[in-house]
């Protein structure tokens, strides 16, 4: 299986009400009804108050191998959200094998 992270720090002057950012969480949030290749979707902002360490938001999903990774990857609807959020945030990215749960 492959665990994907991806924790997003908006850019400067944007918060998590501005138009542009709450359009893109939406296109991030919904893509598990979107690509079936996704067996676990979570998607959530911050809670705590903000250090200077902090991210935004963070997306914790879940794949059965590397092949669906890929197909999840290349689905139209992930690449829109991409190419939506590099106006709008920078991001980092792990992807890990963990064992099946």
Not at 25 to 43: A, G, N, S, T
Request: hydrophobic share 45%; charged share 25%.
């Amino acid at each position: 299986m492959i665990r994907n992270i991806v924790l997003f720090k908006l850019n400067e002057g944007l918060t998590r009400e501005s138009p542009e950012v709450t359009e893109g969480f939406e296109l991030v949030k919904r893509l598990d009804q979107e690509i079936p290749e996704i067996r676990q979707w979570e998607v959530g902002w911050h809670v705590f108050d903000e250090t200077p360490v902090s991210y935004d938001f963070a997306l914790n999903s879940l794949f059965d191998d590397t092949a669906a990774f890929q197909r999840y990857f290349n689905h139209p609807a992930h690449l829109a959200a991409i190419a939506h959020w590099m106006h709008h945030a920078s991001w980092v990215v792990v992807d890990i094998h963990v064992r099946g749960l």
